[in-house]
């Protein structure tokens, strides 16, 4: 096993590139699966889950290309097979659920084993197969598994209960091949969703509506090929952000839209985090005495649910009492004992964290319990007395490309062994 040590109270200067979303470049490889032509992705983030999902489609036969050097994936799905996905690879990431929405459009019908994971909370997939149900599939759940059929899947209003991301990514893909209109009302409208839109949009398919609470998807008879680059990763963006607020350092963080990360430049700047907003950079000042603040997680355009472990280790250093609720996942708070293990002061309440800043944090062996709690953790470790060795890594690099050498670049003491 791997693990990340991290010595201290290193200042944090120099610049940071911002790799392609894992959030948004996931859903894009499941949606190739629509195309029977070759799709080449570029500026692709070399992660574990992308190489992941890209294992579960080459079960189902697609030909995939993945070029680590040039950060290329070209993707030929001519050649895809109705097979069941293995129960181990599915199991490994709640986005691989995502390819049940495209092979039940391709072939009418799909059965995959039921979704694992970051253990943040239930994440129900009930809203994809309603929104399936309603395009016509008959769905069968049962024995950890989950089968859909339908000879032909058509177009029809759906409304979600919550503004799912998943489900309004898996029900947009389905519906791009369905006969007739699906409206899908209620539906997510993260950066990403636009995203996918977009590069479904490229081969040909008739979307509406991306980035609004109302998707309007007329089906098409066939997708063709395209190459495509998607967005920049905001969450790794706001990591970076935050790295710099809590170590008190200035940092030039490259390749982000400031639309997309508008809700954590807001929190930061009410924290009096120096900003300066360049063309498609941020320019991040934390050698100032920071105020705490109340964070409440939202669906986007509110703030991220993704950001919120981060934020806790950096307001865990910051003088007085901010409150920090939880809104979209249950189970998100585990890093708070990690935290609390390197002498953080949080009281958990239910949905609700208080977090009193402390003078100093400490170095401790913890754990990685999740993707977001790992980054909580590498934030936390560079401003604690001492070493902090960090477990279970393998949960952020699901998420952050060479994490450790990125941070290393800009003045870490961070090793990896």
């Given at each position: 096993?791997?693990?990340i040590?991290?010595y201290?109270g290193?200042?944090?200067?120099?610049?940071?590139?911002i790799?392609?979303?894992?959030?948004?470049?996931?859903p894009?490889i499941?949606?190739?699966?629509?195309?029977?032509?070759?799709?080449?992705?570029e500026n692709?983030?070399m992660?574990e889950?992308v190489f992941v999902?890209?294992?579960?489609?080459?079960?189902l036969?697609?030909?995939?290309?993945?070029?680590?050097?040039e950060?290329?994936?070209?993707?030929?799905n001519?050649?895809?097979?109705l097979?069941?996905?293995?129960?181990?690879?599915?199991?490994?990431?709640?986005?691989?659920?995502?390819v049940m929405?495209?092979m039940?459009?391709r072939?009418?019908e799909f059965?995959?084993s039921l979704p694992?994971?970051?253990?943040i909370?239930?994440r129900p997939?009930?809203l994809?197969?309603?929104?399936?149900?309603?395009?016509?599939a008959?769905?069968?759940v049962?024995?950890?598994?989950v089968?859909a059929?339908?000879?032909?899947l058509?177009?029809?209003?759906?409304?979600?209960?919550?503004?799912?991301?998943?489900a309004?990514?898996?029900?947009?893909?389905?519906?791009?091949?369905?006969?007739?209109e699906?409206?899908?009302?209620?539906?997510?409208e993260?950066?990403?969703i636009v995203?996918l839109?977009?590069f479904?949009?490229?081969?040909g398919?008739?979307i509406?509506?991306?980035?609004t609470?109302?998707?309007?998807?007329?089906?098409?008879?066939e997708?063709?090929?395209?190459?495509?680059?998607?967005?920049?990763?905001r969450?790794?963006?706001?990591?970076f952000?935050?790295?710099?607020?809590i170590?008190?350092?200035k940092?030039?963080?490259n390749?982000?839209?400031h639309?997309?990360v508008?809700?954590?430049?807001a929190?930061?700047?009410e924290?009096?985090?120096?900003?300066d907003l360049?063309?498609?950079?941020v320019?991040?000042?934390g050698?100032r005495?920071l105020?705490?603040?109340?964070?409440k997680?939202?669906?986007?355009p509110?703030f991220p649910?993704?950001?919120q472990a981060?934020?806790?280790?950096?307001?865990?250093t910051?003088k007085?009492t901010?409150i920090?609720t939880?809104?979209?996942?249950?189970?998100?708070?585990?890093?708070?004992?990690?935290l609390?293990?390197?002498?953080a002061?949080?009281?958990l309440?239910?949905?609700?964290a208080?977090?009193?800043?402390?003078e100093k944090?400490?170095?401790?062996?913890v754990?990685?319990?999740?993707?977001?709690a790992g980054?909580s953790?590498?934030?936390a470790?560079?401003v604690?007395?001492?070493?902090?060795?960090?477990?279970?890594?393998?949960?952020?690099?699901?998420?952050y490309?060479n994490?450790?050498?990125?941070?290393?670049?800009?003045?870490a003491?961070?090793?990896?062994i």
């Amino acid at each position: 096993m791997e693990n990340i040590i991290i010595y201290g109270g290193s200042k944090l200067s120099g610049e940071v590139n911002i790799s392609s979303a894992k959030n948004a470049i996931l859903p894009i490889i499941a949606a190739s699966i629509l195309c029977c032509e070759k799709c080449i992705i570029e500026n692709a983030p070399m992660l574990e889950d992308v190489f992941v999902i890209c294992e579960l489609l080459k079960g189902l036969n697609s030909s995939i290309e993945v070029n680590e050097k040039e950060n290329t994936i070209s993707i030929d799905n001519s050649n895809l097979e109705l097979f069941q996905p293995s129960s181990e690879l599915v199991r490994k990431m709640r986005a691989s659920f995502l390819v049940m929405g495209p092979m039940v459009a391709r072939f009418g019908e799909f059965k995959i084993s039921l979704p694992g994971g970051c253990n943040i909370g239930t994440r129900p997939i009930d809203l994809h197969l309603k929104g399936l149900t309603a395009l016509g599939a008959q769905i069968d759940v049962g024995h950890g598994y989950v089968e859909a059929k339908a000879k032909r899947l058509k177009g029809n209003n759906i409304y979600l209960d919550f503004p799912s991301v998943g489900a309004t990514e898996n029900l947009m893909m389905a519906a791009a091949l369905a006969d007739g209109e699906t409206v899908i009302e209620n539906s997510a409208e993260e950066p990403e969703i636009v995203d996918l839109a977009n590069f479904l949009n490229s081969m040909g398919a008739n979307i509406i509506g991306a980035g609004t609470d109302k998707l309007r998807i007329i089906g098409v008879k066939e997708l063709k090929k395209t190459k495509y680059k998607p967005i920049y990763d905001r969450i790794e963006a706001g990591t970076f952000m935050t790295a710099a607020a809590i170590t008190r350092s200035k940092l030039k963080i490259n390749n982000v839209n400031h639309e997309h990360v508008k809700p954590i430049i807001a929190k930061l700047t009410e924290m009096n985090v120096g900003i300066d907003l360049l063309d498609e950079s941020v320019i991040i000042d934390g050698n100032r005495i920071l105020n705490p603040v109340d964070i409440k997680t939202m669906p986007y355009p509110g703030f991220p649910t993704d950001m919120q472990a981060q934020m806790m280790a950096l307001l865990s250093t910051v003088k007085g009492t901010s409150i920090i609720t939880e809104t979209i996942f249950e189970n998100r708070f585990m890093h708070a004992a990690e935290l609390k293990r390197m002498g953080a002061n949080i009281k958990l309440d239910g949905r609700s964290a208080v977090v009193e800043g402390v003078e100093k944090l400490t170095g401790a062996e913890v754990k990685a319990t999740d993707l977001r709690a790992g980054a909580s953790l590498i934030l936390a470790a560079l401003v604690a007395d001492g070493y902090t060795l960090i477990g279970d890594i393998y949960h952020i690099d699901r998420g952050y490309v060479n994490i450790q050498e990125k941070f290393k670049k800009i003045g870490a003491n961070i090793t990896r062994i």
